[in-house]
């Protein structure tokens, strides 16, 4: 990997990791700390790596600089207690003692823990999301705000309130008993879901697929699926629904990194491993009462691995499609939708139950148009084609959207 790709890759990777460890050693009332640590952990990795070149074990060299780092602050704290102000001494006599532990299983035993502990009921969805985003995920402010359609300035204070809030009700970074993971869970995987997506359809940087984003939101879903107490069905299926996607990597992009739209994609390059994979997990799920939307979604995604364009392939789409919006209504389900109404019913219904969503601040919607129209009216394919291109925030999909432009 190029030099000037490790570090931030490795921040996407590790900052969470370095984080949960910290975290769990410090307590959730001290988070700032651990988010001071680990970032200057990474300044640290800048600053070294630029002048004596980059060390053999990246990883191993950030755990152990973010490991001294932490002693020193102890013994600084010690000291600051010790000789300047002992009424302000640390309560717990272990604090400077614990081990700093960053073995694999500590690591994942944190991250999980985390999770959960962020999913705190105190405090409310929206902020737990964006926190986990934040902390778990690496997230920076504006993809959370691209996330919930906020401003940065609000998903600052929304984070700021939720650490407060964290603090007051000193929350331990345990894994709870069975009913309050019952109550946590849903935002855990739909913070594990946001983000895969963002991987997986990126709007806050140029480029069309993040897989560091979607592996890692497969890791933390397996680590639900490894643990008795979080291995449920829903998890499996919102595994089973990333397997399916993740499986098509390799077909979504062309040698020069643009995508690669899926009637367009060459089948053969579609991973059969993580289908197979994905086929296990959604079996595992399927001993249930109530269907999830995870289900619905992984139902789908498992019928866009058949490689067959068949009538039969979209009806069943289409109605699965049908049970998701009635469950929960999204955008990018209702224009999912409408595409595999065109397939399954014709190009003429699918423009008119189009026209009905009138998502006007949407350039996928503009997109589906144009490529409805384009076998009716060309004209009309070409405005909607340019009304896309006018709304699309990053390169790759405008890029994608000329292309549909030029071939008319």
């Given at each position: 990997m190029?030099?000037?790709k490790?570090?931030?890759?490795?921040f996407r990777?590790?900052?969470?990791?370095?984080?949960?460890?910290?975290?769990k050693?410090?307590?959730?009332?001290q988070?700032e700390?651990?988010?001071d640590?680990?970032?200057?952990t990474f300044?640290?990795?800048?600053?070294?790596?630029?002048?004596k070149?980059?060390?053999?074990?990246?990883?191993?060299?950030?755990?152990?600089?973010?490991?001294?780092?932490?002693i020193?602050?102890l013994?600084?704290?010690?000291?600051?207690?010790?000789?300047?102000?002992?009424e302000?001494?640390y309560?717990?006599?272990n604090?400077?003692k614990?081990?700093?532990?960053?073995?694999?299983?500590?690591?994942?035993?944190s991250?999980?823990?985390?999770?959960?502990?962020?999913?705190?009921?105190?405090?409310?969805?929206?902020?737990?999301?964006?926190l986990?985003l934040r902390?778990?995920?690496?997230?920076?402010?504006?993809?959370?705000?691209?996330?919930?359609?906020?401003r940065k300035?609000?998903?600052?204070?929304r984070?700021?309130?939720?650490k407060?809030?964290?603090?007051?009700?000193?929350v331990?970074?345990?894994?709870?008993?069975a009913?309050?993971?019952?109550?946590?869970?849903?935002?855990?995987?739909?913070?594990i879901?946001?983000l895969?997506?963002e991987?997986?359809?990126?709007?806050?940087?140029?480029?069309?697929?993040?897989?560091d984003?979607?592996?890692e939101a497969?890791?933390?879903?397996n680590?639900?699926v490894?643990?008795?107490l979080t291995?449920?069905?829903?998890?499996?299926?919102?595994?089973?629904?990333m397997?399916?996607h993740?499986?098509?990597?390799?077909?979504r992009?062309?040698?020069?990194?643009?995508?690669?739209?899926?009637?367009?994609?060459?089948p053969?390059?579609?991973n059969?491993?993580l289908?197979?994979?994905?086929?296990?997990?959604?079996?595992?799920?399927?001993?249930?009462?109530?269907?999830s939307t995870?289900h619905?979604?992984?139902a789908i995604?498992w019928?866009h691995?058949?490689?067959?364009?068949?009538k039969?392939?979209?009806?069943?789409?289409?109605q699965?499609?049908?049970?998701?919006?009635q469950?929960?209504?999204?955008?990018?389900?209702?224009?999912?939708?409408?595409?595999?109404?065109?397939k399954a019913?014709?190009?003429?219904e699918?423009?008119?139950?189009?026209?009905?969503?009138?998502?006007?601040?949407?350039?996928?919607?503009?997109s589906?148009l144009?490529?409805?129209?384009?076998?009716?009216d060309?004209n009309?394919?070409?405005?909607?084609?340019?009304?896309?291109?006018?709304?699309?925030?990053?390169?790759?999909?405008?890029?994608?959207?000329q292309?549909?432009?030029?071939?008319?």
């Amino acid at each position: 990997m190029e030099d000037n790709k490790l570090i931030p890759n490795l921040f996407r990777t590790e900052y969470r990791k370095i984080i949960s460890v910290l975290c769990k050693h410090f307590g959730l009332q001290q988070i700032e700390i651990a988010e001071d640590i680990a970032g200057e952990t990474f300044l640290t990795a800048a600053e070294v790596w630029g002048t004596k070149g980059t060390p053999n074990n990246p990883t191993a060299w950030l755990y152990t600089v973010a490991k001294n780092k932490t002693i020193n602050y102890l013994k600084r704290k010690s000291n600051f207690q010790d000789n300047i102000a002992p009424e302000l001494r640390y309560t717990n006599q272990n604090f400077s003692k614990a081990k700093i532990d960053f073995s694999p299983q500590n690591i994942n035993d944190s991250q999980l823990q985390m999770m959960f502990a962020i999913c705190h009921p105190a405090i409310p969805t929206k902020a737990q999301i964006g926190l986990s985003l934040r902390i778990l995920c690496g997230f920076g402010i504006q993809e959370i705000a691209d996330a919930f359609l906020a401003r940065k300035g609000t998903i600052k204070k929304r984070l700021y309130r939720a650490k407060k809030t964290l603090r007051e009700e000193q929350v331990d970074i345990i894994l709870p008993n069975a009913s309050e993971i019952d109550e946590r869970l849903e935002t855990v995987l739909l913070t594990i879901y946001l983000l895969f997506n963002e991987g997986y359809h990126s709007v806050s940087q140029d480029t069309t697929l993040r897989k560091d984003l979607c592996l890692e939101a497969m890791r933390l879903c397996n680590m639900l699926v490894e643990n008795k107490l979080t291995n449920r069905p829903r998890v499996n299926a919102l595994l089973s629904l990333m397997c399916f996607h993740a499986s098509r990597f390799e077909a979504r992009m062309d040698n020069n990194g643009e995508l690669i739209l899926y009637e367009d994609q060459d089948p053969t390059l579609w991973n059969a491993d993580l289908i197979r994979k994905g086929e296990y997990f959604l079996d595992c799920a399927a001993n249930v009462d109530t269907v999830s939307t995870y289900h619905l979604e992984a139902a789908i995604a498992w019928w866009h691995t058949r490689k067959a364009d068949t009538k039969e392939k979209w009806e069943n789409i289409l109605q699965l499609y049908n049970r998701l919006l009635q469950m929960e209504y999204s955008p990018v389900a209702a224009l999912n939708r409408t595409y595999a109404l065109s397939k399954a019913r014709g190009i003429r219904e699918a423009i008119a139950e189009a026209q009905k969503l009138q998502l006007g601040d949407n350039h996928f919607y503009f997109s589906l148009l144009g490529e409805l129209y384009t076998e009716v009216d060309k004209n009309k394919a070409k405005q909607h084609f340019q009304r896309a291109f006018s709304l699309a925030k990053t390169e790759p999909q405008r890029h994608l959207i000329q292309k549909k432009i030029d071939s008319l």
